[in-house]
């Protein structure tokens, strides 16, 4: 098992900065594939950056260019560097993690397996 310890969440101005973390505790192998999602409220749950322990990440396309992902191995966090915040950007985010490499995730093969707690993100003008 694994838990996901997220933070970083916080307030903002359009055009600012946060960095969120994630820290996973436990069996890491479980958390091969570390990535971080987002909800708006009213919206559908939108996978938004991914990294796993060989190093390979991805950003979704709607923060390409303003959000940066890097993963600490040895630590066992996943960081989401935030820039360019937009008011869309507003949602709660939530940390996941599974044993898999990300790519069968988030092209929706397999469901991640476990989940934080979520941190709320707001933007504001």
């Known amino acids: 098992q694994v838990q996901l310890v997220e933070s970083g969440g916080g307030s903002a101005q359009s055009g600012g900065s946060l960095r969120l973390s994630c820290a996973a505790y436990?069996?890491?192998?479980?958390?091969?594939?570390m990535g971080w999602f987002r909800q708006a409220p009213g919206k559908k749950r939108e996978g938004v950056a991914w990294?796993?322990?060989?190093?390979?990440?991805s950003l979704a396309d709607s923060v390409k260019g303003r959000f940066t992902v890097s993963r600490d191995n040895a630590k066992n966090t996943l960081y989401l560097q935030m820039n360019g915040l937009k008011l869309e950007d507003t949602a709660m985010y939530y940390c996941?993690?599974?044993?898999?490499?990300?790519?069968?995730?988030?092209?929706?093969?397999?469901?991640?397996?476990?989940w934080g707690q979520g941190t709320q993100v707001t933007v504001s003008s």
């Open positions: 996941a993690a599974g044993p898999l490499n990300c790519d069968v995730y988030y092209t929706g093969a397999s469901a991640l397996t476990y």
């Open positions: 436990g069996n890491t192998y479980i958390s091969y594939c």
């Open positions: 990294g796993d322990s060989a190093g390979i990440t």
